[in-house]
């Protein structure tokens, strides 16, 4: 049987990213704390965490995070359907990209999130990387591109994301027609540096390959929206964030009739507790309302 009090010790840690932290947080001592991983990892027989100025988990660790996380959820759905048990929030770990996040997932479970008592703790991450906070137990699911179910989760599809590269007119204007020669002398707008939308949208549109240009990096949607606006660069934005701008600067699509589609899948437990099934039936029916459908 694994002991309690040296999985919360485990997951302290990973999730304070140190003993000194993890101690503060649980009210031990570092001595106490220390000692605890010691008694797991020699009971495992296996290194659970790899030390150093920023401690992170080993792929048995980030196992046992994932355990912890889904046991403490359980106890939760348990104590709250015991007579006389309080119902209290429960917070559950998603990662999901910023397009997502802001356009359809926030708006489409909000009100799953009020009725059902949950709290967020929102991992924001490329769409084509937030699988990696799943499968480091850091998550309870995420939206992601990866249609192939990890270990032990469930991939369901959700719809797709369409984008358009855009950019403001007097941009578009300077380029004199020369596409795509002209739009790669001038900068893009790029959210982060995992983005591949524009290589995505260059690739598909014009059959360019590690195509070269300047870069602007802005990891903030309003601003990412307002350089494209201000004719900083080009970028690639949704269709449903495009659609709800305010009047005022303009963008103009850059190659009308031409998007970047992107799939897009909730990657989850497979053996969900109740407060996650909730959430994903209302990350479900969110992308149905709101997600291009096949």
């Known amino acids: 049987m694994l002991d309690a ?14 003993f000194g932290a993890a101690a503060k947080a649980l009210s ?9 991983i010691k008694s797991l990892e020699a ?5 659970l965490l790899v030390r150093g100025k920023q401690v992170r988990a ?9 355990h912890v996380k889904q046991v403490r959820l359980m106890e939760s759905d348990l104590m709250a359907g ?3 048990g309080g119902v209290g929030m429960q917070t559950l770990s998603v990662a999901v990209n910023a397009d997502s996040l802001t356009s359809w997932f926030l708006p489409g479970v909000a009100s799953a999130l009020q009725t059902h008592r949950l709290l967020l703790d929102v991992v924001v991450d490329d769409q084509d990387h937030t699988h990696d906070a799943l499968k480091s137990g850091d998550v309870v699911g995420c939206v992601t591109t990866l249609a192939q179910s990890m270990r032990g989760c469930v991939a369901e599809p959700l719809g797709i994301m369409r984008y358009r590269c855009v950019a403001a007119p007097a941009l578009i204007a300077g380029w004199g027609g020369a596409l795509p020669h002209g739009m790669l002398r001038s900068p893009a707008v790029i959210f982060n540096r995992k ?11 014009f059959n360019l390959q590690g195509a070269l240009y300047p870069r602007h990096f802005v990891p903030a949607v309003d601003a990412f929206e307002l350089a494209l606006a201000l004719g900083l660069g080009w970028g690639m934005v949704p269709d449903m964030l495009l659609a709800s701008r305010p009047a005022g600067l303009p963008l103009l699509e850059v190659l009308p009739g031409h998007p970047v589609d992107v799939v897009l899948y909730w990657q989850h437990w497979a053996r969900e507790p109740l407060a996650a099934q909730r959430l994903t039936q209302a990350i479900k029916r969110a992308a149905r309302e709101r997600l291009l459908q096949d």
């Open 58 to 66: 080993t792929p048995a660790g980030q196992a046992l995070l994932g």
């Open 5 to 18: 009090r040296q999985l919360d010790a485990l997951a302290a840690v990973i999730e304070h990213g140190s």
């Open 43 to 47: 009971a495992l027989g296996q290194r």
């Open 195 to 205: 983005d591949a939308l524009q290589d995505a949208f260059l690739a598909q549109h």
């Open 82 to 84: 015991l007579p006389g």
């Open 28 to 36: 031990l001592t570092l001595a106490a704390v220390s000692l605890r």
